[in-house]
């Protein structure tokens, strides 16, 4: 399978274009949840960028919940049936193969390449994140 592979500095450009659409919405977010495992840095990130405390329980109305990837759109899908209040956002958002669209997302990505994070290891396998 061809790999993608993302640089820290498209990380930083990404996290950027997240913050700047969520800001611009006018949402009023109290809380950012990361999805394991993907979701985690990113997540983090925008807490840092954003001033907003991360929580470990997505249980409230106004939580963003966060991932690398929306790829077939199934983890953000199950987080939805059980948080529909949540907002969801993704720095890599593939419209061409995802049931479900993301209320933000850094980049629109038409490949079906793995695309490998700077946090992964190069030699990653293209297996999917734990779900629920």
């Known amino acids: 399978m061809e790999?993608?592979?993302?640089?820290?500095d498209e990380i930083e450009e990404l996290i950027n274009i997240l913050c700047s659409q969520i800001t611009k919405s006018g949402y009023q977010i109290e809380y950012i949840f990361g999805l394991q495992r993907g979701g985690l840095i990113p997540a983090v990130l925008?807490?840092?960028k954003l001033g907003i405390p991360m929580t470990q329980n997505?249980?409230?109305?106004?939580?963003?919940i966060v991932d690398d990837?929306?790829?077939?759109?199934?983890?953000?899908?199950e987080f939805f049936l059980e948080y529909p209040h949540s907002k969801f956002?993704?720095?890599?958002?593939?419209?061409?193969?995802s049931l479900f669209i993301p209320d933000f997302s850094a980049n629109k990505f038409f490949s079906d390449a793995w695309i490998v994070y700077p946090w992964e290891r190069e030699d990653s396998?293209?297996?999917q994140d734990y779900k629920l």
């Not at 997505?58 to 963003?64: G, T």
């Not at 956002?89 to 193969?97: E, G, I, N």
């Open 125 to 127: 396998k293209t297996i």
């Open 3 to 8: 790999k993608f592979y993302v640089t820290w």
């Open 58 to 64: 997505p249980n409230s109305h106004n939580v963003l």
């Open 89 to 97: 956002a993704c720095l890599h958002f593939k419209p061409h193969t």
């Open 69 to 77: 990837i929306c790829d077939s759109g199934e983890t953000f899908k």
């Open 46 to 48: 925008l807490s840092h």
